[in-house]
């Protein structure tokens, strides 16, 4: 039997969401719903399908953890114990059953690579890089102690001849069955060789790192390269049953993963520490191992390189082509099934699982553990191998009875009261999904988060518990056959204050036409004029969006029109709405000029205003989309622009004259000044007798006051009366016919 979890918790939440304040978009929401927003959070028996489903996965269980911090590599004898390297001690471990054992300690820092070969292992270590050949009962001799500084990979073919890929010097040695004199079969000029695999046929395929190229070397032949591709380093290369050739190439550089030591540099150091990312690579009945030497280059630029690593597929006629790539964590092993299947270990202790034409990922488990060095098969189940902490995990056949997923952290961007949470999916009787928040102002969930809390089920309505903060994650716990396919949480931002970032007080008599206008005469934009606008003109005022930049027309000039122009902003992109106020200065009373403006342009008509100076102020408010008392306004002044309606004045003080006194000469300038009340003069003209205006300028040479001067010789103006005009800053115009006198 089927809950019916998806129609009534959907419909619950929709009656709680209808109970919550609303703004104009309604609360915010968290929807995870993807394989790509499932993967973002952690689990613990738990699985994501390749369609973005969520339900338990295998079960895991830690077989052993061990002192040191890294655990190389895996392999697994006929009679099923597996041997695992180590790092830092240099020892090999046997796991039976689920009893783990030292069973060799070696000299050397590092047991990089393992291979079975006949009735014994054989170890490859560095520094100093040897090969040993270790008997059941755990004695050993050296097999071959090559020249270089590491053994980075061993494989055996089915003749029981050894290969082994060294470091230092790039090369791959092949050695008879008994040992003995090596032969030297590649050598490159990458410093390591860091994969090796033989086919069944004979081939040799070979991978290095820096640069990332795969080769292939035919019995007798010579190497060919198949891949020179934009990752650093080859990690591993596999077959599966049916032959195929997988390739897995990386980029460790791409992507902070844990630091591990750098390689030494001199067999002669004792305290080496080598840096590694490791593969280990199954092949039919031999098996071949890797350990990768890590680098810091990153990618090239290229097809297939946007990733972190990729797996190729090595066709039949040794052509290659990209099969994977990852995106996720950063991938160290990989291991083909029976099924089909390509499993991966990963970063962050996840295995990914890879299937289908084109691939598609799920991730079919995440241990407690940071680096999966190397999967192996183990019977029915698989044998994980991990480094910083060094542990031994097995993941089950079968389902867990139990798992936990995390979701990543959400960032509300501000504080946020948490709303509702609802779920799709199913919930068979028997199984549960039991969820919990916790809530805190940090990025990182600490100390001073809030603890854990269950929702609280309010009548069918799952409601998030967790106190209000900046930052919030959830968690479920599954048990039995439940499964989750989407998590919806519905979270109130506080409301941020809006902000004026400009104000633009245009030049007294600027104004602009409004796009498109169709009126006669032309719409100026932001004027509002005292005859109603048609239904028409109200409806497009009333859907015009809130903008930063609010486009306007042609630039005119309407005397006695002032035009204000500004950019405002919301946080929360709330919609906003203007109020204009202008001040008087010398008083305290602010006088609204228009409000629930829609637009960033008004023009004030000062026509018919006294003159005087006044103060803007420009105030935002996102009260249209928040409920009573949450509103917030934000505000910006300008100013002062100057209102001036009253032209110059313009005072003859020596009048020309047609009689001169007796005795006295005749007047040979017209003197007279000009002053204006509240703005500067901007230009004075006067008639000439030829019907032209010719410019005059004041006594001092500068027109930069409210009162100036002028003397004009009377010679330059003709026979006739003279006619001056005088215009101010704000274009008011006067003019004074001078007759002489008689």
């Given at each position: ?86 790092g830092n001690e240099g020892q090999v471990l046997a796991l039976a059953g689920d009893t783990t054992r030292v069973f060799w300690d070696g000299e050397e820092l590092q047991v990089h690579a393992l291979a079975w070969h006949g009735d014994a292992l054989l170890a490859g270590t560095s520094p100093d890089g040897k090969v040993y050949r270790i008997a059941r009962d755990g004695t050993a001799r050296v097999f071959f102690d090559p020249e270089e500084t590491y053994v980075w990979a061993i494989a055996v073919d089915r003749e029981q001849q050894v ?83 997988w390739v897995l190439a990386v980029s460790p550089g791409a992507t902070p993963a844990a630091s591990t030591p750098a390689p030494a540099t001199s067999s002669s150091t004792t305290s080496a520490q080598v840096s590694t990312e490791v593969t280990v690579v199954a092949v039919g009945d031999s098996t071949t191992v890797s350990a990768t030497p890590a680098t810091t280059a990153t990618p090239a630029a290229g097809a297939g390189g946007s990733g972190k690593g990729a797996i190729y597929r090595v066709g039949a006629d040794g052509l290659v082509d ?421």
């Amino acid at each position: 039997m089927t809950l019916p979890s998806r129609s009534s918790l959907a419909t619950a939440a929709l009656a709680a969401l209808a109970s919550l304040p609303l703004s104009a978009a309604g609360p915010s929401r968290w929807e995870v719903t993807s394989v790509e927003h499932w993967m973002a959070g952690r689990g613990e028996q738990v699985a994501v399908t390749r369609d973005g489903r969520l339900a338990l996965g295998p079960a895991s269980r830690v077989l052993h953890e061990a002192p040191v911090p890294t655990l190389w590599t895996a392999v697994t004898a006929p009679d099923g114990t597996a041997y695992v390297g180590t790092g830092n001690e240099g020892q090999v471990l046997a796991l039976a059953g689920d009893t783990t054992r030292v069973f060799w300690d070696g000299e050397e820092l590092q047991v990089h690579a393992l291979a079975w070969h006949g009735d014994a292992l054989l170890a490859g270590t560095s520094p100093d890089g040897k090969v040993y050949r270790i008997a059941r009962d755990g004695t050993a001799r050296v097999f071959f102690d090559p020249e270089e500084t590491y053994v980075w990979a061993i494989a055996v073919d089915r003749e029981q001849q050894v290969y082994v890929a060294t470091g230092g010097k790039g090369r791959v040695y092949r050695l008879p069955k008994a040992g003995g004199t090596p032969t030297k079969i590649f050598e490159s000029a990458a410093a390591n060789v860091t994969a090796l695999h033989v086919t069944d046929a004979g081939d040799v395929f070979v991978g290095t790192d820096s640069p990332g190229r795969l080769y292939r070397i035919p019995p007798g032949g010579r190497p060919f390269a198949l891949l020179d591709g934009p990752y650093t380093q080859v990690q591993a290369i596999r077959a599966d049953a049916k032959g195929t050739v997988w390739v897995l190439a990386v980029s460790p550089g791409a992507t902070p993963a844990a630091s591990t030591p750098a390689p030494a540099t001199s067999s002669s150091t004792t305290s080496a520490q080598v840096s590694t990312e490791v593969t280990v690579v199954a092949v039919g009945d031999s098996t071949t191992v890797s350990a990768t030497p890590a680098t810091t280059a990153t990618p090239a630029a290229g097809a297939g390189g946007s990733g972190k690593g990729a797996i190729y597929r090595v066709g039949a006629d040794g052509l290659v082509d990209t099969y994977w790539e990852a995106t996720g964590e950063l991938p160290f092993d990989l291991l083909p099934t029976d099924t089909g299947r390509l499993l991966v270990a990963a970063d962050n202790g996840v295995v990914y699982a890879v299937d289908g034409e084109p691939a598609r990922t799920a991730r079919l488990a995440q241990v407690q553990a940071r680096q999966l060095t190397r999967i192996i098969p183990r019977g029915d189940r698989y044998l994980l191998t991990a480094s910083n902490p060094g542990k031994l995990v097995e993941l089950a056949a079968t389902p867990a009875a139990t798992g936990q997923y995390t979701s990543e952290v959400k960032d509300a961007t501000t504080g946020a009261a948490w709303g509702v949470l609802r779920w799709d999916g199913e919930q068979p009787t028997g199984s549960s999904a039991r969820f919990a928040t916790r809530s805190g102002n940090t990025s990182t969930p600490d100390d001073t988060w809030a603890d854990w809390v269950p929702v609280r089920d309010d009548q069918g309505v799952l409601r998030i518990a967790s106190p209000a903060a900046r930052y919030l994650q959830w968690r479920v716990d599954l048990t039995g056959a439940a499964a989750l396919d989407q998590v919806t949480l519905t979270y109130l931002p506080r409301n941020q204050r809006p902000r004026v970032t400009t104000l633009t007080l245009h030049p007294a008599g600027v104004v602009f036409q409004q796009p498109y206008g169709t009126q006669e005469p032309p719409d100026l934009a932001g004027f509002q004029s005292t005859t109603p606008a048609p239904a028409r003109d109200q409806a497009i005022a009333a859907a015009t969006p809130t903008s930063t930049a609010a486009a306007v027309g042609r630039r005119l000039f309407q005397k006695g029109f002032q035009t204000f122009q500004w950019d405002a902003s919301d946080p929360d992109k709330d919609d906003l709405r203007f109020q204009v106020l202008v001040r008087r200065v010398g008083t305290d009373t602010w006088r609204t000029l228009a409000r629930d403006l829609v637009g960033n342009v008004y023009t004030w008509d000062t026509s018919q205003l006294p003159d005087a100076r006044y103060l803007v102020r420009i105030v935002a408010t996102d009260g249209r989309a928040n409920p009573t008392g949450t509103a917030l306004t934000g505000e910006k002044e300008g100013g002062p622009i100057t209102v001036d309606n009253t032209p110059p004045v313009i005072h003859v003080r020596q009048v020309p004259t047609d009689k001169p006194a007796a005795g006295q000469p005749a007047p040979t300038r017209l003197a007279f000044e000009v002053i204006d009340s509240a703005s500067t003069l901007d230009r004075v003209d006067v008639l000439l007798a030829n019907g032209q205006w010719r410019p005059v300028f004041p006594d001092d040479g500068v027109m930069d006051g409210l009162r100036e001067t002028f003397t004009v010789p009377l010679a330059d103006l003709g026979d006739g009366p003279v006619v001056v005009r005088a215009t101010d800053s704000l274009t008011n115009l006067a003019t004074l016919e001078i007759a002489p006198k008689r």
